[in-house]
């Protein structure tokens, strides 16, 4: 598969809920609205790659139940090839979701289920399919054993390597080192590095931080600010592109790491892969939910070609 995707993560069903504010403990308050739907930082991430062009696999482990389907469904209507398990002695995962109705901005609780005991036996059982990825893409919120088996599989099988790491944890250097690409945002990268990332010189110094903890790029995602690209040789700012105005930013992180995947495994330069990658999330965000968000490759080449 000389142009695959692979994708370790988690699926969730998404209950999004909108309100002015979030309520205080013990308060109830009164939303505007209510959505369920697909996500998982995993998922939306094997979504936006399959979406934007990619041949993607997604590996994890689902429960036994209407959250599973869902999954299942989601997958399969995206183009996205599970290489999953199900069990029947837990859950599928869900996440709340609190969406502030003036500006979009989002607060998530994840509840992981059956996904939260990925181990690295697990991951033994996909080494052949991680180990042929031209690219290889995890997250946090399974277990951190697991991610690291996997960057370590789908390093010595010749992938591209990226760590999207969120959420945020206590990362070894040794882990880091197996990454060509980490890709926190602002608060991720604070965690990462001690370094509050207020501005775009914050972002380089972040990015250097992580450089010399064995990344070898450290690509910063910064919101409406676009994105910080710094590969120890070159450091450049990518600026946010503008589709519209803003619905929901809950799966822009996620829409930029598949777009980005989807653009490297057709061999474009990185900083081409992620000028893609913020054109991908820079239609998601003009829209609600977060798989469902997610554009298709034309939709993404238009925006390009407009800007």
């Known amino acids: 598969m000389p142009d695959s995707i692979v994708i370790l993560g988690v699926f969730v069903a998404d209950t999004a809920y909108r309100a002015e504010r979030p309520?205080?403990?013990?308060?109830?308050?009164?939303?505007?609205?209510?959505?369920?739907?697909?996500?998982?930082?995993?998922?939306?991430?094997?979504?936006?790659?399959?979406?934007?062009?990619?041949?993607?696999?997604?590996?994890?482990?689902?429960?036994?139940?209407?959250?599973?389907?869902?999954?299942?469904?989601?997958?399969?209507?995206?183009?996205?090839?599970?290489?999953?398990?199900?069990?029947?002695?837990?859950?599928?995962?869900?996440?709340?979701?609190?969406?502030?109705?003036?500006?979009?901005?989002?607060?998530?609780?994840?509840?992981?289920?059956?996904?939260?005991?990925?181990?690295?036996?697990?991951?033994?059982?996909?080494?052949?399919?991680?180990?042929?990825?031209?690219?290889?893409?995890?997250?946090?919120?399974?277990?951190?054993?697991?991610?690291?088996?996997?960057?370590?599989?789908?390093?010595?099988?010749?992938?591209?390597?990226?760590?999207?790491?969120?959420?945020?944890?206590?990362?070894?250097?040794?882990?880091?080192?197996?990454?060509?690409?980490?890709?926190?945002?602002?608060?991720?990268?604070?965690?990462?590095?001690g370094i509050r990332v207020s501005g775009l010189e914050d972002a380089r110094k972040a990015a250097e931080d992580l450089r010399q903890r064995g990344v070898g790029t450290a690509i910063i995602t910064l919101g409406e600010n676009g994105v910080l690209f710094h590969d120890g040789q070159r450091t450049e700012h990518v600026p946010a592109i503008f589709a519209g105005p803003v619905v929901e930013t809950t799966g822009a992180g996620d829409a930029f790491n598949g777009g980005f995947a989807a653009a490297l495994s057709r061999g474009s330069a990185p900083i081409d892969a992620v000028r893609f990658g913020c054109a991908t999330a820079g239609i998601s965000v003009t829209r609600a939910g977060t798989a469902p968000s997610m554009p298709t490759l034309a939709e993404i080449e238009a925006l390009l070609a407009r800007n």
């Not at 709340?96 to 690295?120: D, L, Q, R």
């Not at 054993?145 to 990362?171: D, F, H, K, Y």
Request: charge should be negative.
């Open 23 to 193: 309520p205080r403990m013990g308060e109830t308050i009164m939303g505007s609205s209510f959505a369920l739907g697909p996500g998982g930082k995993g998922s939306n991430q094997a979504v936006a790659a399959a979406r934007a062009g990619g041949k993607v696999h997604f590996v994890s482990k689902l429960g036994k139940d209407t959250f599973a389907d869902m999954a299942l469904k989601t997958w399969k209507d995206a183009g996205v090839i599970a290489a999953v398990t199900q069990h029947d002695d837990s859950y599928t995962g869900a996440a709340y979701i609190f969406i502030e109705e003036s500006s979009g901005n989002n607060a998530i609780i994840i509840c992981p289920g059956i996904a939260g005991t990925i181990s690295p036996e697990d991951i033994e059982a996909q080494a052949d399919l991680i180990a042929g990825a031209k690219v290889f893409i995890t997250q946090l919120e399974q277990p951190l054993p697991a991610a690291r088996r996997a960057l370590e599989i789908a390093r010595s099988g010749g992938a591209i390597t990226v760590l999207n790491p969120a959420p945020a944890a206590e990362i070894a250097p040794e882990m880091l080192a197996l990454c060509d690409y980490v890709t926190p945002n602002e608060t991720e990268a604070e965690e990462l590095t």
